[in-house]
């Protein structure tokens, strides 16, 4: 029996994941020792459960064969979920043939309806297809309504048959849309509430509250209450008997009621210790302000694994530790749990922060700026809620329009991704990520390894995803403060209408740096605008220092009625023409009236206020330059264009062999088990595989092979240096291109063979005419395989001229990689040349990343140049490293941070 031979990818400790009822599941890989567990759990199991299993009651079946899936041997894997510290259910597959295999769960009774079934099918399908297994067979009674709903509401694709009162079926294991969708959907119903009771709590307990006022614990209390908490509020310090007017009790347990919320200001040495009585007091969600723990070293590393390990025992979720705290600012909750000065206004924008000082900033300056907070979170260490958290959390929100992240690291970054494609289609994302001037280049020895970089990685994840990457604080804050306001622009045109020409001309320049458009206006809104007062009415249109309030509404009424812009730029000065009241009002009403967005630039009044409201309700912003209302409109414009663009799909490819390239991997480790470049002929081969047209190469060690080679391939020919570590040929004279006969080869060899200091060289025929390019791919550690498409040849590194993205690519995903380089106009036919056949350079791209999925031990791929001519793209370079594949997590299974 042939099978696809991949890495292990079942990892031995396990994972935590979230049940439906958000309380916290362990599910690992079954052990020996688990055998008595497993009798216990049958001993729990019911008649009717046994029956359904076995199709017949006996419990001996049972036992039997829980003893089978304990005992370490070939041919099935086995999956056991932990809850409340038991064994309660298990999930196994038995190999049948290549990519088929048959599955079968057992579960307890107790813990039905917690979604523990379908946890351990979707985690069983992840390990199966990470396996090599295709699809998962199974024989359930058609009686077993509950086991039928598991497998029918899962998501994956399935066939089902009926005979004598048994079901077939056939399941899927691939990730397809609709799985993705379901899984996504149940993961953010758990994760909403698991996080309930830490976002809406209706008793909070401050542990470590001290006496005096300066101490974190007593100022995160004072908080609270001046707040307006809605809910009932505790002490706990045995020193106390009332502090800052709250009742204080010696210990958790003797808190007269269960607590929601426990806010936690200990020493590092005693967190462990005070949220262990947490969890036997039966609370639900805790905050750890107390630094000292991973950002101190091994020993402080060690004290957040005993503390996570407790929590997740008791279903405890965590925020921190070393954080600010956390706000909600609904109206049935106000609970300020933080120990910073100002108290957040109610608003639509919800903010996550790694760093608790950036937390105050963005705080800070959103108020400053007039933008209301749904909710905040500074997430510290994030042992355990992390920004995937709080994105699942805020996606199903009513309150929370805009949700904006300060990162410093990423657990998961293909999750994030996913997650944020699917959120941003109704909530832009707005990201600044700290740490972009950290991390040089990677050591490698290709062109797309010695261009990848963190932030290359960063960029291609968050152009993917939809994610707004900003540079600063603020310009996240102002950016919100657009996105808050719908409508979303429709297009790129803007027009700049106001009584400040120097600032129009400013915001023109803006708008020409941000790619927006600033049309001429027809004759016919020019004339009307003329008549409004207008003393240039061409865009910007310039209403003069003198412009009353009129003069601007009539104005505006012309320009948002036109049809020939998409947004609006009011730059405004108040002078004594006209009372910054009348102004606002004016705005307000054409604002209330428009159906596209405006933004405003206010200066010259100290009574300016931020913000403008509106009859409807919104809140118009007002910048103070003009530069910033645009950068705004311009991020609110590319979030409006990615959200109206289609998902795409990643296509279905046809020639491409799987057990081929295995089979190439598999000889290579043979020889060479601790990995290395691939030479010429086998790197041409793995390409072959993926359906990659490659010129052919042969070796030769000496002139005669050489010439030999060169009369096989057909003149003209190129000879290259296949000298190992050498990147840049042309750089040594290490190519020779052109060569018309023996003589020329013979010469070039030696030429060659001499400059390179070795030998060994490779003969092509000579590619045809086109456009080269580098395409690359690069497997990251944390965000998998990235790939590279730029101007290739030896204008590779002089242009740096490259895109990037990650998997999974989709059609639309590599179609913007192309678009979007320099080099784009040459495929398209520049000055009348022949244009090249760039749906062929798409499928190249389409094949590395199919490659790099199928190939877990692809290091780094370098094909430069590939030549896209008319008649199809051509690979004539390739250098390819392989290295021994480490276990990678399956980026779409629901694994909780921390494992």
């Given amino acids: 029996m042939t099978t696809i031979e991949r890495p292990e990818a079942l990892p031995g400790a396990g994972w935590d994941v979230l049940a439906a009822d958000g309380s916290v599941v362990r599910i690992r890989p079954v052990r020996e020792d688990d055998e008595l567990a497993l009798e216990a759990m049958n001993g729990r ?61 057992l579960l307890q009774d107790s813990v039905h309806g917690r979604g523990i079934g379908t946890l351990l099918l979707e985690q069983l399908a992840a390990t199966a297809r990470e396996n090599g297994i295709q699809r998962l067979r199974a024989d359930t009674l058609g009686v077993n309504a509950k086991m039928l709903r598991v497998l029918a509401n899962s998501g994956f694709e399935q066939v089902r048959k009926l005979d004598s009162g048994v079901v077939e079926l056939v399941l899927d294991t691939a990730y397809h849309p609709l799985t993705l969708e379901r899984m996504a959907d149940r993961e953010r119903a758990a994760e909403n509430r698991s996080l309930h009771r830490l976002f809406s709590p209706r008793t909070v307990a401050v542990i470590g509250a001290g006496r005096t006022a300066g101490g974190i614990g007593h100022e995160v209390l004072r908080n609270i209450v001046n707040g307006g908490f809605t809910g009932s509020v505790y002490a706990v310090n045995p020193h106390a008997a009332t502090i800052a007017d709250v009742v204080a009790y010696p210990t958790i347990a003797a808190v007269p009621r269960e607590v929601d919320l426990a806010v ?74 933080t120990f910073a000065e100002m108290a957040p206004t109610r608003g639509t924008l919800a903010i996550a922060a790694q760093s608790g000082a950036v937390g105050i900033a963005v705080l800070e300056h959103a108020g400053r700026a007039g933008l209301g907070i749904s909710e905040f979170v500074s997430l510290g260490n994030k042992v355990d809620v992390s920004g995937n958290d709080v994105l699942l959390h805020w996606w199903g929100d009513p309150r929370t329009t805009v949700i904006g992240l300060y990162l410093e690291s990423f657990g998961n970054p293909r999750k994030f991704g996913g997650l944020a494609r699917m959120i941003g289609r109704t909530k832009p994302i707005l990201v600044v990520k700290g740490g972009r001037s950290v991390g040089g280049r990677r050591a490698g020895a290709s062109h797309t390894a010695a261009a990848a970089t963190p932030e290359t990685a960063v960029d291609a994840l968050f152009a993917q995803s939809g994610v707004l990457r900003m540079d600063t604080i603020e310009e996240l804050v102002e950016t919100a403060r657009v996105l808050a306001v719908p409508p979303l622009p429709r297009g790129r045109r803007i027009a700049v209408v106001g009584n400040a020409g120097g600032a129009g001309i400013l915001a023109a320049d803006a708008a020409s740096r941000l790619e927006l458009e600033l049309p001429e206006l027809s004759e016919a809104v020019q004339r009307r605008l003329e008549e409004a007062g207008a003393v240039s009415s061409g865009n910007p249109v310039d209403l003069g220092a003198a412009a009353s309030p009129a003069s601007l509404a009539q104005a505006l009424k012309v320009i948002v009625d036109s049809g020939e812009v998409d947004s609006v730029v009011i730059n405004y000065a108040v002078t004594r023409a006209g009372r910054v009241e009348d102004i606002y009002a004016t705005i307000a009403t054409a604002a209330t009236q428009a159906e596209l967005p405006i933004v405003v630039n206010c200066v010259g009044s100290t009574h300016a206020t931020p913000e403008i409201a509106l009859t409807d309700g919104r809140r118009l912003p007002v910048f103070p330059f003009p530069e910033s209302a645009v950068r705004a409109l311009a991020h609110a414009v590319r979030y409006a264009e990615w959200r109206s663009r289609p998902q795409g799909v990643v296509p279905e490819l046809p020639r491409v062999d799987a057990l081929g390239t295995r089979a190439v991997v598999q000889r290579f480790f043979k020889h060479q088990p601790e990995g290395g470049w691939l030479d010429p002929r086998r790197a041409c081969q793995l390409l072959q595989c993926a359906g990659v047209s490659v010129i052919p190469v042969t070796t030769a060690l000496n002139r005669a092979e050489t010439i030999k080679a060169a009369e096989t391939a057909g003149y003209p020919v190129a000879l290259k240096t296949a000298a190992p570590g050498v990147l840049h040929k042309t750089d040594i004279g290490g190519v020779r291109v052109g060569l018309t006969n023996a003589v020329q080869v013979g010469l070039a060899y030696d030429e060659v063979a001499a400059a390179a200091r070795d030998p060994q060289v490779v003969v092509q025929a000579m590619a045809p005419a086109g456009t080269e390019l580098v395409i690359g791919a690069v497997r990251d550690r944390l965000f998998g395989p990235l790939l590279m498409a730029g101007s290739g040849g030896v204008l590779t590194d002089l242009l740096a001229d490259r895109q990037w993205r990650g998997l999974p690519l989709t059609d639309l995903d590599a179609t913007d990689m192309v678009h979007s380089l320099r080099c784009a106009p040459l495929l398209a036919g520049y000055r009348g040349a022949e244009a090249a056949d760039q749906a062929a350079v798409l499928d190249v791209i389409h094949r590395i990343a199919w490659l790099a999925e199928q190939v877990p031990e692809l290091a780094e791929l370098d094909i430069n140049p590939l030549v896209a001519g008319p008649t199809g793209a051509f690979a004539v370079d390739v250098r390819i490293r392989l290295a021994p594949a480490t276990p990678e997590p399956d980026w779409y299974a629901r694994r909780m941070r921390g494992d």
Avoid: K, W
């Fill in 264 to 337: 936690i200001a200990v020493p590092a040495e005693r967190v462990a210790e005070v949220l262990a009585e947490c969890g036997e007091a039966g609370v639900g969600g805790a905050v750890v302000l107390t630094a000292g723990f991973s950002e101190l070293g091994p020993a402080g590393r060690q004290l957040q694994r005993e503390m996570l390990a407790i929590a997740r025992r008791h279903s405890i979720r965590l925020v921190g530790p070393n954080c600010l705290g956390l706000v909600n600012t609904a109206p049935e909750v106000s609970l300020n749990a």
């Fill in 45 to 105: 199991v019911s008649d009717e459960s046994i029956y359904l299993r076995f199709f017949g009651i006996s419990r001996t079946m049972a036992d039997e064969y829980t003893h089978h899936l304990a005992a370490e041997q070939d041919g099935h894997v086995a999956l056991v979920a932990e809850y409340g510290g038991d064994v309660v259910g298990i999930a196994s597959y038995e190999l049948l043939r290549t990519g088929e295999a048959e599955m079968a769960f």
